[in-house]
């Protein structure tokens, strides 16, 4: 790993990235363990990963946001239909 002078990593997207992955797979381990409905959108992902926890969702992104909670809705919906 390369260090600049300060002593800060100049990998630290890379890191980051690592992390973020990690990060993942275990959010889809566990919803596949605990069979919940699963959307796959890498390239939503990325989109996603760069808005920081407590950032306002950026308006480009309210369109895909929006059909997120649709998803949302309609499996919440037939799941009540098969109980």
């Known amino acids: 790993m390369n260090y600049s002078k ?3 990593s ?3 997207s890379v890191d980051d990235s690592l992390a973020a992955e990690a ?4 959010v ?3 919803a596949e ?3 919940v409905a699963i959307q796959r959108d890498p390239l939503l992902m990325k989109e996603l990963l760069q808005v920081d926890l407590g950032e ?3 308006p480009q992104l309210y369109a895909v946001i929006a059909e997120l909670f ?5 499996v919440e919906n037939s799941d009540e239909k098969t109980e």
């Open 6 to 8: 300060n002593g800060q």
């Open 70 to 74: 649709a998803f949302i809705h309609q």
């Open 23 to 26: 990060a993942s797979k275990q």
């Open 28 to 30: 889809l381990r566990f």
């Open 10 to 12: 100049q990998n630290k």
């Open 56 to 58: 306002r969702v950026p």
């Open 33 to 35: 363990e605990h069979k």
